[in-house]
């Protein structure tokens, strides 16, 4: 006969009186909870030590896994983790006081092993976000695999609140963007009107080769998004010096901008790209127009 652990285990670190007592007897589940093998999350539901957060406060007041916590679990590129987990309820459910804290939903969300599906997900996380946040999570999905059709297909069926955002953001995903820093950095100059960039320009010649973050092949315009460990290393600092030098003398001009830059301070790096680019900026135009 499998002991407690064991059992619970096979649930994914959380298992309920019910599903415990099939295999295991009334003592044995009292033994490990009095031995600390096990914890109680709610009335008649128990959990590991060491089960996953998320899913246990999912299956503590009843729901799924849903949301940014959902995103999480699948790997998609989140740029703010939640402080709570976030859970999805059925509509008709209400919320288990006894329950572990978390941020909860309302609504019909397919879901597998109590987690939403990632096409739910991804949308889920668009109707809650910015859409520096939202795209960020789904370039991340599409860089991983989710076809992008399916994606736009279920995204077309939405009904309800912000359907038309989350089509949007949808139809700007590109799975070419490498890191929710350049998918951050590309909804910034979305949001501000200018046009004309896209992820991972290749530029070769002569024998050299490299990509750029988001580049404007008309303008011969780079932006590129550094995260604290670009120049880990003397020889990545080399590397990124002599690369630079070559785009540079290839007649590409090349910004750089900083974590901090394009998640905190994103006026100046839309003033900035707007220079670079010989674009008025909002309130000249409004001047012209005057």
Known sequence: MPDVVEVVG?????ATLAQLRTLVSARAVRTALAGGQIRRIAKGV??????????????????????????????????????????TLPLDRARRRAGLPCTLHWGDAPALDDV??????????IRILPLRDGLAITDSALRMGMDHDDLLHTASRLRGPHRRRIQRTVALADARAESVLESAHRALLIEAGIDGFVPQVLVQSDGFSARIDLGNRLLRLGLEADGFEHHSTRSALVRDCRRQVNLTI???????????DI?????WV??????AAGLPSPTNSLRQAA
């Open 250 to 260: 290839r007649g590409w001009r090349i910004l750089r901008f900083s974590w901090e």
């Open 263 to 267: 998640l905190y301070d994103g006026e």
């Open 46 to 87: 128990y959990a590991l030590p060491e089960a996953p957060p998320a899913l246990a406060a999912a299956r503590s007041q009843g729901g799924v896994v849903s949301h940014l916590s959902a995103a999480q679990h699948w790997g998609f590129g989140v740029i703010d983790p939640p402080h709570l987990p976030h859970v």
């Open 10 to 14: 096979r649930r994914g670190g959380t």
């Open 116 to 125: 939403t599906t990632p096409i739910r997900t991804v949308l889920d996380c």
């Open 270 to 275: 839309v003033d900035v790209v707007r220079q």
